[in-house]
T-cell receptor, first 113, second 111 residues
C-alpha cells in the first residue's frame, strides 16, 4: 500500500521566519511528487517534482526531491501571514494510465504577525 | 484553464437519504477521482475512474458508489447517508502522470 508521511503535522511561526516542511513516501512505481497549498477551499498546485536533486522555485517557496532517500522538502522563506494554510504532499505511482495520487495528512502552518 | 465543477458547495442531508454529488470537468480528461477530507486524516481516495463506465475502488469505498456514464461527469452516490459520512468531498481530474485539478469541494453534513 502506498504511504506518504508529512512532518510536522502543525507548525506555528512568526512572520519573517523560514520554515521547512517534510514529506517521506513509499510508493509502487514512483512517477512524481506534488506539493499543494490548501486554504479554506480546494488544494491549489505548487510544485511537481520528478527528478532527484533539481530544485523547483517559485518566489519564496522552493522544493527538492531525493529519490534515493524517498523524501522531499518544501521551504518557505520570509514567511507572511498569507502563507498560513495546510500544505499537502502527494505522490503519484503505478504505471501507464493507472495514475493516482496518495496524499499525506498535511502540515498546518500558522504564521503569526 | 481546466475547470472542475462540483454542483454544491454545502449540502445538508438526513440519515438514510440517498445523496448524489456531481462533478463535471471541461477538458476531456480521462481520469476522475473522488476523495473525502477529514481533520487529522487528510485526503482519502474513495473511487476513481479511468474511462467512461469504468470505476475502481479506492481506499475507503464502503458506503459509496459511483457512476461515469459520460467522460466529463463523475458522480458519487451515498446509498444511505450516515452521520460518519459528514465530510468535505473533493473531486479531481487529470490526464496522464501529472497533478490533479480539483473542484471547489462539497461540504456535506448528515444529520
Amino acid at each position: 500500500e502506498d504511504k506518504v508521511v508529512q512532518s510536522p503535522l502543525s507548525l506555528v511561526v512568526h512572520e519573517g521566519d523560514t520554515v521547512t516542511l517534510n514529506c517521506s513516501y513509499e510508493v509502487t512505481n514512483f512517477r512524481s511528487l506534488l506539493w499543494y497549498k490548501q486554504e479554506k477551499k480546494a488544494p491549489t498546485f505548487l510544485f511537481m517534482l520528478t527528478s532527484s536533486g533539481i530544485e523547483k522555485k517559485s518566489g519564496r517557496l522552493s522544493s527538492i526531491l531525493d529519490k534515493k532517500e524517498l523524501f522531499s522538502i518544501l521551504n518557505i522563506t520570509a514567511t507572511q501571514t498569507g502563507d498560513s494554510a495546510v500544505y499537502l504532499c502527494a505522490v503519484g505511482g503505478s504505471g501507464g494510465s493507472n495514475y493516482k495520487l496518495t496524499f499525506g495528512k498535511g502540515t498546518l502552518l500558522t504564521v503569526n504577525p | 484553464d481546466v475547470k472542475v465543477t462540483q454542483s454544491s458547495r454545502y449540502l445538508v442531508k438526513r440519515t438514510g437519504e440517498k445523496v448524489f454529488l456531481e462533478c463535471v470537468q471541461d477538458m476531456d480528461h480521462e481520469n476522475m477521482f473522488w476523495y473525502r477530507q477529514d481533520p487529522g486524516l487528510g485526503l482519502r481516495l474513495i473511487y476513481f475512474s479511468y474511462d467512461v463506465k469504468m470505476k475502481e475502488k479506492g481506499d475507503i469505498p464502503e458506503g459509496y458508489s459511483v457512476s461515469r456514464e459520460k467522460k466529463e461527469r463523475f458522480s458519487l452516490i451515498l446509498e444511505s447517508a450516515s452521520t460518519n459520512q459528514t465530510s468535505m468531498y473533493l473531486c479531481a481530474s487529470n490526464t496522464g502522470p501529472i497533478g490533479y485539478t480539483f473542484g471547489s469541494g462539497t461540504r456535506l453534513t448528515v444529520v
